[in-house]
Nanobody
Framework: QVLLVESGGGLVQAGGSLRLSCAAS????????MGWYRQVPGKERELLAV???????VYADSVKGRFTISRDNAKNTLTLQMNSLKPEDTAMYYC??????????????WGQGTQVTVSS
C-alpha cells in the first residue's frame, strides 16, 4: 500500500506559478506510472500529465508547455511545476500512481487532493 499526500496548492494570480508536490509513504521506484489529475466540481476528473520510471512524460494539450511533471525516486516525490497559470486552471489537483501498467485500468493509488485557485 502506498499513501500519497499532496501539498503546494493555494491562491495565485493569473500568470503566476505554483509547484505541487506529492510525497509517497513508500518507495515509488516500484510504481510504473505516476501522474497528476485535476477536477472541477460537476466535471470529470482530467488527466494532466504522467511520467513513467524512465522519466518519459505525456501531457494533456490543456497544460502542455506550461506544466512540467517530474519524479524523484530517491526522495519518493512527484512534482508538478505549473507556470503561466490561468483562471481555468482552478481545480482540485490530485496525485495518482499505477503500480503496473500491464495490469490495465486506472490508478491504484490516489492522494487526497490540494486546491489550486487562480484569480484573474
Amino acid at each position: 500500500q502506498v499513501l500519497l499526500v499532496e501539498s503546494g496548492g493555494g491562491l495565485v494570480q493569473a500568470g503566476g506559478s505554483l509547484r505541487l508536490s506529492c510525497a509517497a509513504s513508500g518507495s515509488i521506484f516500484s510504481l510504473d506510472l505516476m501522474g497528476w489529475y485535476r477536477q472541477v466540481p460537476g466535471k470529470e476528473r482530467e488527466l494532466l500529465a504522467v511520467i513513467n520510471n524512465s522519466r518519459r512524460t505525456v501531457y494533456a494539450d490543456s497544460v502542455k508547455g506550461r506544466f512540467t511533471i517530474s519524479r524523484d525516486n530517491a526522495k519518493n516525490t512527484l512534482t508538478l511545476q505549473m507556470n503561466s497559470l490561468k483562471p481555468e486552471d482552478t481545480a482540485m489537483y490530485y496525485c495518482a500512481a499505477k503500480r503496473r501498467v500491464d495490469d490495465g485500468g486506472g490508478p491504484d493509488y490516489w492522494g487526497q487532493g490540494t486546491q489550486v485557485t487562480v484569480s484573474s
